[in-house]
């Protein structure tokens, strides 16, 4: 069964850093696309970081472009996601997800909407807060 599992969020001043992880089973990660979701209380779903594709090709959410780093480690098949220069708008719950289909260009990966065919981990809580 794929299983993914999220973990390292917390709480953090503004300006502060993060270092959330996803640990995936069931399946290799590296041969699949990735996604880091948030959802803040009363506000949708955002999609805030993508890697994709063998040579782990990455997007962003303009809204953490320049501050957050999606990437993984293939031997301990877990996607990472780098969050520096916090702010308060950040705070939210965040999960990771993958995409049961392979061979998906970047922009395929960023508009996927087919929720049938994307696990997801259960969702680490991120608090931004002086």
């Known amino acids: 069964q794929v299983q993914l599992v999220e973990s390292g969020g917390g709480l953090v001043q503004p300006g502060g850093s993060l270092r959330l992880s996803c640990a995936a089973s069931?399946?290799?990660?590296?041969?699949?696309?990735m996604r880091w979701f948030r959802q803040a209380p009363g506000k949708e779903r955002e999609l805030v970081a993508v890697i994709t594709g063998p040579a782990g090709y990455t997007d962003y959410a303009e809204s953490v472009k320049g501050r957050f780093t999606i990437s993984r480690d293939n031997a301990k098949n877990t996607v990472y996601l780098q969050m520096n220069s916090l702010k308060p708008e950040d705070t939210a719950v965040y999960y990771c997800?993958?995409?049961?289909?392979?061979?998906?260009?970047?922009?395929?990966?960023?508009?996927?909407?087919?929720?049938?065919?994307?696990?997801w981990g259960q969702g680490t809580q991120v608090t931004v807060s002086s």
């Open positions: 069931g399946f290799t990660s590296n041969n699949y696309a």
């Open positions: 997800a993958v995409i049961t289909y392979q061979y998906l260009s970047l922009v395929r990966v960023c508009e996927f909407s087919e929720d049938e065919y994307e696990y």
